[in-house]
C-alpha cells in the first residue's frame, strides 16, 4: 500500500492516476494473455487431434496385417512438426505395436485408459500434453494412437506477450505522467495555491489575501470563489472587531482613569469628612456648653421667646454633637480599621450585649443566641456591628417586649450567614435600599432619637471585610438582618 500521507497533492494524484492506469492496463493484459493460453491450448489440442485420427487411419492396415514397420513410417511423418516428442501405436490388448521418438532409444509408456464412452483424451502435465485416441475401424476398436507434445509454442507466445505487454506498460505509464503533468496545471497548482492562501491567512491572520481565479466555470472555480468571499467577510467582520476593540479599549482605559479619580476623590473626600468631624468637635462643644450655660443663668429672667431660641440652640448644637459623632464613626471604618485576624464572634456578641446591657433591662428584652463561629474580622469593628444592629431592635420594638435571637450557618461558598432576627415593627419592602444610606431615617425625631447612620456603618463595615448585607422584613412582623462573611477573609 502506498504511503501518501504528507505528500502534496501534486504527488498524489500523479500517484493515483499512474497507479489506475497501469493497474487497468496489467489486468486487462493479464485477461488478454490467459483468454490467448487458453484457445492456443485448445488449438494444440485439435492439432493434435487431428494428427492422432491421420495417425491412426494410415494404420488401420498395419495392425490388421501386422505390419509393425509400415506403422513406424506412417509415425515417422510426424518429424515435420517440431513440438512433439513421441508418438506409439498400441493394440487392442495395450501393447506397444510401433514407436516413434525425437530422441532415438525412447521406450513406449503405458497406455493411459481413456475414460469410458470416449473415443480421445488428452493431459497437460509437466509442461506436456498427452493424447490418446482409439483407432476404429468397422465400427470396432483396432488400437490406439498415443502422441507426446511440448508446449514450447505456449511458453514463446507468453514470452512474446510479456515484452509486449511491459512495452505497451511502460508506454502507458509515460502518457499517464505526461496527462497528469496537464491535470496538475488544471487543478492541483490551483488547488496548492489555495492551500498556500489558506495558510498565509491562519498564519499571518492577513484577510487582504485572495486566491488566484481559475477563470473557468467549474466546481474549483466555484470553491476559490466562495473563498474569496468568505476572506472578504472575515476581512469586513475582522475590521469591524479591532475598531469595537479599540474603541472598548479606550472606554476601558477612559473608566479605568475615572476610577482612579473617584477612588481618590473619595479617599480625600473621607479623609476631609474625618478631619473635619474631629476639628469640629472642639468648637461645637464650646457652642454647646455656652448656649447650654445661658440656658441655665438667664432662664426665666429673660423673655419666653429668648428661653426657647436658647433651647432651640442647645438641641441643635446637641444634635449637631450626634451627627459628627457619627460621621466620624463611619469615616473610622475605613482609615482606622485594625487588621483583620481570627476572631470569635460569640466574644463580639456579648461584649456588644454588655454595652447595651442598660438599654436591654430598660425594654426587658430578651436577647438569645446560638453557638457562633470564629471568623477573621476586625473585632472592635464586628462588636459596633452587632451592637448597632441589636440596638436597632431594642428601638424600634413593638408592643411586645422585644425579642432577638443571633445564629450563623455556612452557606456552601466559604461563607458564613450571621442572622439577626427581631419581633419589632418590620418594615416595608420599599424601604430595604434606603434604610443603608446615609442620614436616611424611616421615623421622625419625636418617635425615636438618632441620625440614620447606623445602618450605613454596619453595611460599610460588612464590605470593608469582603462581604454584604441585607434584610428580609414585613411590617409588623419584625425583621431578619443578614451578613454574609467570607470564612477565611
Known amino acids: 500500500m502506498l504511503r501518501v500521507r504528507g505528500h502534496s497533492i501534486t504527488k498524489k494524484l500523479t500517484r493515483m492516476n499512474m497507479l489506475v492506469s497501469g493497474a487497468a492496463l496489467l489486468l486487462a493484459c493479464l485477461a488478454f494473455v490467459a483468454y490467448d493460453v487458453l484457445a492456443i491450448r485448445q488449438a494444440i489440442v485439435h492439432n493434435l487431434s487431428i494428427q492422432a485420427q491421420i495417425a491412426g487411419s494410415n494404420s488401420v492396415s498395419a495392425l490388421l496385417f501386422n505390419d509393425p514397420h509400415d506403422a513406424e513410417k506412417t509415425l515417422s511423418a510426424l518429424k515435420a512438426a517440431p513440438n512433439i516428442l513421441s508418438a506409439h501405436i498400441y493394440t487392442t490388448g495395450g501393447l506397444p505395436f510401433a514407436t516413434y521418438s525425437r530422441e532415438r532409444g525412447g521406450k513406449a509408456p503405458t497406455l493411459p485408459a481413456i475414460p469410458a464412452g470416449q473415443t480421445e483424451a488428452h493431459w497437460f502435465k509437466d509442461g506436456q500434453i498427452v493424447l490418446v485416441r482409439s483407432i476404429i475401424f468397422q465400427a470396432k476398436p483396432t488400437g490406439s494412437v498415443y502422441i507426446q507434445s511440448d508446449l514450447r509454442e505456449i511458453n514463446d507466445r507468453l514470452k512474446r506477450y510479456a515484452g509486449i505487454a511491459a512495452i505497451v506498460l511502460l508506454t502507458s505509464l509515460l502518457a499517464a505522467l505526461l496527462v497528469s503533468s496537464i491535470f496538475q496545471r488544471a487543478v492541483a497548482e490551483p488547488i496548492t495555491h489555495l492551500a498556500g492562501i489558506a495558510g498565509v491567512v491562519s498564519r499571518d491572520k492577513d484577510y487582504s489575501v485572495r486566491a488566484t481565479p481559475t477563470g473557468s466555470r467549474d466546481e474549483l472555480a466555484t470553491l476559490i470563489e466562495t473563498f474569496n468571499e468568505m476572506l472578504a467577510q472575515i476581512q469586513e467582520r475582522d475590521g469591524a472587531l479591532q475598531k469595537a476593540h479599540h474603541e472598548l479599549k479606550q472606554r476601558v482605559q477612559e473608566l479605568a482613569r475615572r476610577a482612579q479619580e473617584l477612588a481618590r476623590s473619595n479617599a480625600e473626600l473621607e479623609q476631609f469628612a474625618y478631619v473635619a468631624s474631629h476639628d469640629l468637635q472642639e468648637p461645637l462643644r464650646m457652642v454647646a456648653s455656652y448656649t447650654q450655660l445661658l440656658g441655665q443663668r438667664y432662664k426665666g429672667r429673660l423673655d419666653s421667646d429668648a428661653d426657647e431660641f436658647i433651647a432651640y440652640a442647645v438641641d441643635g448644637a446637641h444634635r449637631m454633637q450626634l451627627l459628627i459623632g457619627d460621621l466620624l464613626a463611619y469615616c473610622r471604618v475605613g482609615t482606622t480599621g485594625k487588621e483583620l485576624c481570627e476572631t470569635s464572634?460569640?466574644?463580639?456578641?456579648?461584649?456588644?450585649?454588655?454595652?447595651?446591657?442598660?438599654?436591654?433591662?430598660?425594654?426587658?428584652?430578651?436577647?438569645?443566641?446560638?453557638?457562633?463561629?470564629?471568623?477573621?474580622?476586625?473585632?472592635?469593628?464586628?462588636?459596633?456591628?452587632?451592637?448597632?444592629?441589636?440596638?436597632?431592635?431594642?428601638?424600634?420594638?413593638?408592643?411586645?417586649?422585644?425579642?432577638?435571637?443571633?445564629?450563623?450557618?455556612?452557606?456552601?461558598?466559604?461563607?458564613?450567614?450571621?442572622?439577626?432576627?427581631?419581633?419589632?415593627?418590620?418594615?416595608?419592602?420599599?424601604?430595604?435600599?434606603?434604610?443603608?444610606?446615609?442620614?436616611?431615617?424611616?421615623?421622625?425625631?419625636?418617635?425615636?432619637?438618632?441620625?440614620?447612620?447606623?445602618?450605613?456603618?454596619?453595611?460599610?463595615?460588612?464590605?470593608?471585610?469582603?462581604?454584604?448585607?441585607?434584610?428580609?422584613?414585613?411590617?409588623?412582623?419584625?425583621?431578619?438582618?443578614?451578613?454574609?462573611?467570607?470564612?477565611?477573609?
Open 345 to 489: 464572634s460569640e466574644a463580639a456578641l456579648e461584649q456588644a450585649l454588655l454595652n447595651l446591657q442598660g438599654a436591654i433591662q430598660e425594654s426587658s428584652g430578651v436577647v438569645t443566641h446560638d453557638p457562633l463561629p470564629t471568623v477573621v474580622a476586625d473585632g472592635s469593628q464586628l462588636v459596633q456591628l452587632f451592637q448597632n444592629v441589636v440596638g436597632n431592635a431594642i428601638k424600634y420594638r413593638s408592643a411586645e417586649l422585644p425579642r432577638v435571637h443571633v445564629s450563623a450557618k455556612k452557606n456552601g461558598g466559604n461563607e458564613w450567614i450571621f442572622s439577626m432576627r427581631d419581633n419589632g415593627l418590620g418594615i416595608e419592602p420599599k424601604y430595604f435600599g434606603k434604610i443603608f444610606v446615609m442620614f436616611q431615617r424611616l421615623h421622625g425625631r419625636e418617635e425615636f432619637s438618632g441620625t440614620g447612620i447606623g445602618l450605613t456603618v454596619c453595611k460599610k463595615i460588612a464590605e470593608r471585610h469582603g462581604g454584604r448585607m441585607w434584610v428580609e422584613s414585613e411590617p409588623g412582623k419584625g425583621s431578619t438582618f443578614y451578613v454574609a462573611l467570607p470564612e477565611r477573609g
